[in-house]
């Protein structure tokens, strides 16, 4: 039996629905200890107000450091401490509220490292993204067949990958960074791809 394989890829646009800041609590002193305990307090307020905006199971810590720091001409100056925090919010409006409380709330002992857009619900873009990928195999494997002199027979396989991490279903992906408007995030658009690989009987 002869065959044809084709690998098909497909796209459709979906609005980012949650949020994941990254953020510091971050002090410096003339010994470590002093560092270390001005970052801890900083560090205790924003546990606090984030535990206003999502769920305590979302606050993560990611790191906790201390380090010394110099002034321009290498003369060690004290220490800086910093404990990071990764922080999911479910609501893009509540991460742009918790945002702003932990600006006014940490003030200069917070440091934003980054807001990145998660897509937890795809609202079947996944599901257009397949269908557009399968046509696009088989428009593929429909040419190939007749630059062989052959046609299109039944469907011998399917395999589906999503972002090039193998073989699976999974539709979601996710966007890397965040518009900042008047303290607001703006979710803005980004792209659900996924890939077939079809096998096709000649006839």
């Known amino acids: 039996m002869r065959t044809v394989t084709v690998t098909g890829t ?15 609590a971050v002090a410096r002193g003339a010994g470590v200890a002093e560092a270390y305990d001005a970052m801890a307090a900083s560090a205790t307020t924003v546990v606090e107000v984030a535990g206003r905006h999502t769920e305590t199971r979302r606050i993560a810590s990611t790191g906790i450091s201390v380090w010394p720091f110099h002034d321009h001409e290498g003369r060690r ?18 991460a742009g509220t918790m945002l702003a409380e932990l600006a006014r709330e940490v003030g200069d002992g917070l440091a934003v490292d980054s807001v990145g857009l998660e897509v937890t619900e795809d609202h079947g873009a996944g599901g257009k993204a397949r269908e557009a990928a399968f046509h696009d195999a088989r428009e593929r494997a429909a040419a190939l067949a007749r630059m062989a002199g052959a046609g299109l027979g039944a469907v011998q396989s399917v395999v589906e990958t999503t972002g090039g991490d193998g073989p699976g279903p999974g539709p979601l992906v996710k966007v890397a960074m965040a518009r900042d408007s008047g303290g607001g995030v703006e979710p803005g658009e980004t792209t659900v791809t996924t890939a077939v690989t079809v096998v096709w009987e000649l006839a």
């Not at 497909?10 to 510091?24: F, H, I, M, N, Q």
Request: charged share 20%.
């Open 10 to 24: 497909g796209t459709a646009r979906v609005a980012p629905d949650s949020a994941v800041v990254r953020v510091a």
């Open 77 to 94: 100056q004290g220490y800086e401490a910093r404990h990071a925090f990764s922080l999911a919010c479910a609501d893009l409006a509540e």
